[in-house]
């Protein structure tokens, strides 16, 4: 991944955390960032990071936000296209509805959805772009950090699908499944509202 991607990376994040910032003022505010391991439906395990920021509603059982994850893995697409490296970009609607929000342990579902970009890191097929649309499903567990007052740990499974509608090459138009599962651990800080 070259520098000027992660760059962009970054300054998208940015600008997602300060675009949802004023419609959440008057919310209690979480953002957070996470990592772990990612593996395609078909191909090889890779890494996933994230960072996302949330607003607390519903009596703090609702959070609704967004989110930006990079991925880096293999996958398998098809019978001449294996093993093709993915740098791959996702920005997202995320929402988490948390059953027990005051609990020591907080159990948690969400979904996601919104687009992708998806950079082939190939030799052969470099500079590759493809993306289309992204659809997420999570469960999760959420605890505070003791003595902290407003950390808490999250850790998440997480299942997607990421349909490639457009291609930027001189291949035709395509259709590719790239999802698949990730196991995702990380830390959200609490602004606004009571400590834990």
Known sequence: MDSSFAG??????AVLVFALAPSLARAQIHVG????VFLPYEGDPGGSVSVHAQGAFAGRHLRAGGELEYRRFDASLARDFRNVGYDAIFLRFLFHYHF???AVVSPYLGFGTGINVNIITNQERRGTVSGGFTTLAIAGLEAPVPGTGRLAFFTEARVGTVTD????????WQLDQVGGFT???GFRWRFGGDEF
């Open 165 to 172: 509608i457009w291609k930027k090459t001189r291949a035709n």
């Open 100 to 102: 027990l929000p005051d």
């Open 8 to 13: 962009r990376a970054i300054l998208a994040a």
């Open 33 to 36: 960032t996470g990592g772990g």
């Open 183 to 185: 196991g995702m651990a």
